[in-house]
T-cell receptor, first 113, second 112 residues
Framework: DAKTTQPPSMDCAEGRAANLPCNHS???????VYWYRQIHSQGPQYIIH???NNETNEMASLIITEDRKSSTLILPHATLRDTAVYYC??????????????FGKGTSLLVTP | EAQVTQNPRYLITVTGKKLTVTCSQN?????MSWYRQDPGLGLRQIYYSMNVEVTDKGDVPEGYKVSRKEKRNFPLILESPSPNQTSLYFC???????????FGEGSRLTVL
C-alpha cells in the first residue's frame, strides 16, 4: 500500500473550515483514499473515501488532486466535537493484504472556541 | 441501531488466565476484523474474517485465536495472556471490503 504523510497536528477555529492535507505520492491507480477519525480512545469512525473524483457527504468533502498524489479532507464548519485524530489511508484490497487499514499516526486536529 | 458491540469494555486479568473478548455486529456484514492499538504503534490488525468459517491472520496474530461460527459474531481468544497483550482492542466490520468499516467502542485489556 502507498505510504501517506500527514502533518502531526493542526488547529482550527470553531465555525471555520478545517482543511486537512494528506500526501500519497506513491499511490497506484487502483488504490482508494480513505479518511477515518478517532475521538480520544473511541473506535475509529469512517468519514469518506474516494478513488479519483472529489467526494462529498454529510460529514466532509474529499478533494483529490488530478495526479492523485495528494488529497485534502475538508470539514466545512468545524465544531468542538470535531477535535480528533484524523487518519488518511490509502488502500487496495488484495488477496494477500488482509484488507487491513494502515492507520499511521494521523493528524491531531484541535478545534478551538 | 447499527452497531458493533464488544465485551468486556474493560478487563484486568493475570498472566495465563484464558479470556475471550466478544464481538457482535447487527448489520449482516460479511467482513470482520480485530485490531489492537498501542501508543506509538497505531492500530494493527490481528485477525480478519471474510465470512463464516473463513479467517486469516493479520499483522500481529501471535498469542491470539479467533473463530467465526456465525456471521454476526467474531470472538477474540487469548489462550494464555501475557503482559505484552495489554492493549486497547477494537473489533470492526464492513459489508464489503472497500466499504465503510464500522468499529466497536473498544476493549481495554490489562494483563498483570
Amino acid at each position: 500500500d502507498a505510504k501517506t504523510t500527514q502533518p502531526p497536528s493542526m488547529d482550527c477555529a470553531e465555525g471555520r473550515a478545517a482543511n486537512l492535507p494528506c500526501n500519497h505520492s506513491t499511490i497506484s491507480g487502483n488504490e482508494y483514499v480513505y479518511w477515518y477519525r478517532q475521538i480520544h480512545s473511541q473506535g475509529p469512525q469512517y468519514i469518506i473515501h474516494g478513488l479519483k473524483n472529489n467526494e462529498t457527504n454529510e460529514m466532509a468533502s474529499l478533494i483529490i488532486t488530478e495526479d492523485r498524489k495528494s488529497s485534502t479532507l475538508i470539514l466545512p464548519h468545524a465544531t468542538l466535537r470535531d477535535t480528533a485524530v484524523y487518519y488518511c489511508i490509502v488502500r487496495v484490497a488484495g488477496a494477500n493484504s488482509g484488507y487491513a487499514l494502515n492507520f499511521g499516526k494521523g493528524t491531531s486536529l484541535l478545534v478551538t472556541p | 441501531e447499527a452497531q458493533v458491540t464488544q465485551n468486556p469494555r474493560y478487563l484486568i486479568t493475570v498472566t495465563g488466565k484464558k479470556l475471550t473478548v466478544t464481538c457482535s455486529q447487527n448489520m449482516n456484514h460479511e467482513y470482520m476484523s480485530w485490531y489492537r492499538q498501542d501508543p506509538g504503534l497505531g492500530l494493527r490488525q490481528i485477525y480478519y474474517s471474510m465470512n463464516v468459517e473463513v479467517t486469516d491472520k493479520g499483522d500481529v496474530p501471535e498469542g491470539y485465536k479467533v473463530s467465526r461460527k456465525e456471521k454476526r459474531n467474531f470472538p477474540l481468544i487469548l489462550e494464555s495472556p501475557s503482559p505484552n497483550q495489554t492493549s486497547l482492542y477494537f473489533c470492526a466490520s464492513s459489508f464489503r471490503v472497500l466499504g465503510e468499516l464500522f468499529f466497536g467502542e473498544g476493549s481495554r485489556l490489562t494483563v498483570l
